[in-house]
């Protein structure tokens, strides 16, 4: 190989998607000049710290899915991985028929597998478990012949009914992605779901034959989450502490308002902002997709336009911290789910639906939030189609998660402190048809040399996903630019 300059690569987004884009290029023994920019004043995206009543907790996920690895291999290539910690407690339970009642067993993702724990956990009603029933003795079939993809919700009400989706599945589904199931792909949110959905017989034994067999007699089963001891925010610091050291530059409050094809003898690109224009041999795009179309307005209209066809949630959190006295929670699980459709029981909102769509208990779930004789709950807000959180302001959103609180439970006294995160427009719909959109995504970008996209808006919104995603475009954009000087 000849000598040659060292290429200079522009990661546009500062999120753990980028950030992790980041580190993959220069994890070589050549590694390219790499420069991060940041629209907002840090970096991270959803991953960060907020304080309330003096203590620092997580303002986004509070922990990762644990059957993927992409957490702890990037914690340990930082020398974290001794600092990863398992939850510390399961299940959780549902707002149903007037009461919080455990989830029963066997759930995949909202979906019934096991009709006597469901008959048990009484979420449901004699009628809508009756027709649950129907799928063991009777199924109906939920399609013609194989299909690309169905809606969720549609495909779990042909064969088990609506209850099922209104009290299980669009509360657990839908509220992890701030959506609702009536318009989410399953082929991109649950393909298991999907291929299930295709057997002619029952979809609960169709589901429960492709999970994952139980562990052996005598063994615990793995946890199903993980999360950094003293927060998910530390994987971010350090990430943007490492890329720093060797060498990486790092930049916040830059907004990036356009890409453009350089000629020459030297083909790039340049990245222009407000306040500046820098040369690029290689660009990674690691922003949602609404500033990405922004950016590619110019340059590819068409694109532009596919990124425009995604659409986003916004959501709030509102942390309480309690004295121990002041709350009674169920005696075990992790939080509680509300069905996107209940309504207020009573007061002055009675029949106004209610604005959490789910409840954390968050010292409960990672032993590092446990401090004195306190009980931290955090309170989700907000899907695609409820943007009240919006018309709100910080202390009436407080008010109303205390509010429905107090519903919830008998009781609720006065929080010891509270606080407020607003994601704005920050969880992607996978709605039907969307892994089709990617590829038309993905396709379009192929046309345009040494340019890749990375983030939470194409296959996949959690923390280890968005790893893959970035670390996935780091080494093909490296790769591609290594080939052609070969």
């Not at 959501?315 to 509300?338: K, M, N, Q, R």
């Not at 995160?421 to 990617?438: A, D, F, I, K, M």
Request: proline share 7%; net charge negative; with cysteine.
């Amino acid at each position: 190989m000849t000598n040659r300059r060292q290429d200079e690569i522009v990661v546009v987004g500062g999120g753990i998607a980028g950030l992790s884009a980041a580190w993959e290029l220069i994890s070589t023994p050549n590694p390219p000049r790499v420069t991060v920019l940041e629209a907002a004043d840090r970096v991270g995206g959803k991953i960060g710290s907020v304080e309330v009543g003096g203590r620092v907790f997580d303002a986004g996920p509070d922990g990762a899915l644990a059957r993927r690895n992409e957490v702890v291999a990037l914690a340990t290539e930082l020398s974290l991985g001794g600092d990863i910690v398992p939850i510390q407690a399961s299940g959780a339970s549902v707002y149903a028929r007037g009461q919080v009642r455990a989830l029963p067993s066997g759930l995949q993702f909202g979906v019934p597998t096991d009709p006597k724990a469901l008959r048990e956990s009484h979420v449901l009603s004699t009628k809508g478990y009756l027709r649950v029933l129907r799928d063991r003795f009777a199924p109906v079939p939920a399609s013609r012949g194989p299909l690309q993809d169905r809606a969720i919700g549609n495909l779990v009400e042909t064969k088990l009914g609506h209850e099922v989706v209104a009290t299980l599945v669009d509360p657990m589904l839908g509220g992890i992605n701030a959506g609702r199931v009536a318009e989410m792909s399953a082929a991109a949110v649950f393909p298991p779901l999907l291929e299930a959905g295709q057997e002619r017989g029952s979809l609960m034994a169709a589901l429960k034959a492709l999970s994952p067999p139980p562990p052996p007699e005598g063994t615990s089963a793995p946890p199903a989450f993980i999360s950094l001891d003293h927060g998910m925010f530390r994987l971010v610091e350090r990430l943007e502490r490492a890329l720093s050291e060797r060498g990486v530059d790092i930049h916040t409050q830059i907004p990036v308002t356009g890409i453009a094809r350089v000629g020459g003898t030297n083909p790039g690109w340049t990245v222009n902002s407000p306040t500046s224009t820098i040369r690029a041999d290689g660009v990674i795009l690691a922003v949602p997709a609404q500033p990405a179309s922004t950016a590619l307005a110019e340059l590819d209209p068409e694109l532009a336009s596919l990124f425009g066809s995604i659409e986003y949630a916004s959501v709030a959190i509102v942390t309480f911290i309690f004295g121990d006295t002041e709350i009674s929670l169920p005696e075990t699980g992790t939080g509680v789910l509300i069905p996107p459709e209940t309504p207020h029981p009573r007061g002055e909102t009675a029949g106004q639906r209610f604005l959490s769509t789910a409840l954390t208990f968050l010292d409960r779930k990672w032993a590092h939030w446990k401090e004195g004789s306190t009980t931290v709950v955090r309170v989700h807000m907000g899907r695609i189609d409820d943007t009240r959180t919006l018309d709100l302001d910080d202390h009436q959103l407080i008010e109303r998660a205390h509010d429905e609180l107090s519903m919830l439970f008998d009781d609720v006294g006065a929080p010891l402190a509270s606080g407020v995160v607003r994601w704005e427009r920050s969880l992607p719909q996978y709605q039907v048809g969307h892994l089709l959109r990617v590829a038309a995504i993905e396709n379009a970008v192929a046309r345009h040399p040494y340019l890749q996209v990375a983030g939470a808006a194409y296959r996949g919104v959690g923390v280890p996903a968005c790893i893959a995603s970035g670390r996935s475009a780091g080494a093909t954009l490296r790769e591609d630019l290594e080939t052609r000087t070969r």
